[in-house]
């Protein structure tokens, strides 16, 4: 019978812990600890902030980094619902028609329709490829530009490092072009002067 009997001894906090447990302090500490805690900054929601190298803001009461790349992918983001129409947006159709007019196919149908009835389509769409035509000769006049600079520095470096030269670029040709450019931009807007 000696053997059943309890011989080890309870540790002083032990018994501090069960006296907190029937008195109903759960909470309560039993022992002290000491050591450092990092003091918190509160912020505000949608106030950047720089810290370890990066620029973050809250949102909703997440923590978010701010890259390069935030505003081309607000650009590109496709919402739930058009904002023309409210209702969902769940083809491809739409998604190409968001890209570009920022509403839903059928809100974008419904609007070419109504310009047909008033008769601006015709404007609408030449006004849409002039536009594409004009960003295409600023591609190319940019082009220009590049070549140009290198015929006048007898070549160009490659990413590998290697200088190339291209044969059959020379000012006269560049020349040539460059009218032909001006030309073809008084042909689609006869009023500018450019």
Known sequence: MDDSILKKEFAKKDVERIRNLVTKKYGKAITTQVGYSKGKKTREENVPFEEDGKTWIIKDGIK??????????????MPLLC??????????????????????????????????IEGK??????????????????????????????????????EAGDVEKWVGANKNNIEEERKRLKDIRKNINPKEDI
Not at 64 to 74: A, C, G, S, V
Not at 105 to 115: A, H, P, R, V
Not at 124 to 148: A, C, Q, R
């Open 64 to 77: 978010q980094t701010i890259t390069k790349l935030d505003d081309f992918k607000n650009l590109v983001k």
């Open 121 to 158: 389509y015709d404007e609408y769409s030449n006004n849409i490829m002039s536009g594409n035509l004009k960003h295409f000769l600023d591609d190319y006049e940019n082009f220009l530009d590049t070549v140009t600079e290198d015929v006048k520095n007898d070549g160009f470096i490659t």
């Open 83 to 116: 904002p023309g129409c409210s209702k969902p947006m769940k083809t491809s159709y739409d998604k190409k028609m968001y890209v570009l007019n920022k509403i839903c196919m059928n809100c974008t149908s419904e609007f070419e329709t109504k310009l047909k």
